[in-house]
Structure formats: structure tokens, C-alpha cells
């Protein structure tokens, strides 16, 4: 959701800059839309840092010992991947 979000502030900010071209006494519309655009970057990389984060890979050690002799299975799995 949030790199949707950082996309979102990032096409509004661009809009205000580069489409619209209306004086307003009190705001100035150009500095809004680079804060928008700037802040819309911030979210979008966070998005992905948080994304990036999650889908981490673990490993798994299983020992069986089923006629004495010991057997060690690695398997590696994103956090993302269904169990068995």
C-alpha cells in the first residue's frame, strides 16, 4: 500500500508543477507539488525497503535418525511461500 501511496503524492506533486499553472496569492502551488513529489519518493522507496524486508529467506535444519545414522536436510523458503 504505501508504494502505491508514494506513487499517488509523486503524480499529484507533478500535476500541481507541470499542468497547472494558476497564481494564488497565498500558496504557492509549484513549492507544494515538489514537497508532494518529494514526500512521494520517501514513500515509495520505504515501500520498498518494507517490501524488500519481508521477504526475507529462512533456513531450516531437520536431523532424522531413522537406522542410526544422522541426516541433515537444509531447505530454504521465503517468509512469502506456503507451508506444507
Same mark, same amino acid.
Given at each position: 500500500?504505501?508504494?502505491? =501511496?508514494?506513487?499517488? $503524492?509523486?503524480?499529484?506533486?507533478? !500535476?500541481? %508543477?507541470?499542468? #497547472?499553472?494558476?497564481?494564488? @496569492?497565498? #500558496?504557492? $502551488?509549484?513549492?507544494?507539488?515538489?514537497?508532494?513529489?518529494?514526500?512521494?519518493? %520517501?514513500?515509495?522507496? !520505504?515501500?520498498? !525497503?518494507?517490501?524488500? /524486508?519481508? /521477504? +526475507? &529467506?529462512?533456513?531450516?535444519? /531437520? =536431523?532424522?535418525?531413522?537406522?542410526? @545414522?544422522?541426516?541433515? /536436510? &537444509?531447505? +530454504?523458503?521465503?517468509?512469502?511461500?506456503?507451508?506444507?
Amino acid at each position: 500500500m504505501s508504494i502505491g =501511496t508514494g506513487i499517488v $503524492l509523486f503524480v499529484i506533486g507533478a !500535476i500541481l %508543477v507541470f499542468a #497547472v499553472n494558476v497564481d494564488v @496569492e497565498f #500558496v504557492n $502551488l509549484d513549492m507544494i507539488g515538489y514537497i508532494l513529489m518529494g514526500a512521494g519518493a %520517501v514513500v515509495f522507496i !520505504i515501500g520498498i !525497503i518494507l517490501l524488500a /524486508r519481508r /521477504r +526475507s &529467506t529462512e533456513s531450516v535444519t /531437520r =536431523t532424522s535418525d531413522p537406522a542410526g @545414522e544422522r541426516v541433515i /536436510r &537444509t531447505e +530454504s523458503r521465503t517468509s512469502g511461500d506456503i507451508q506444507p
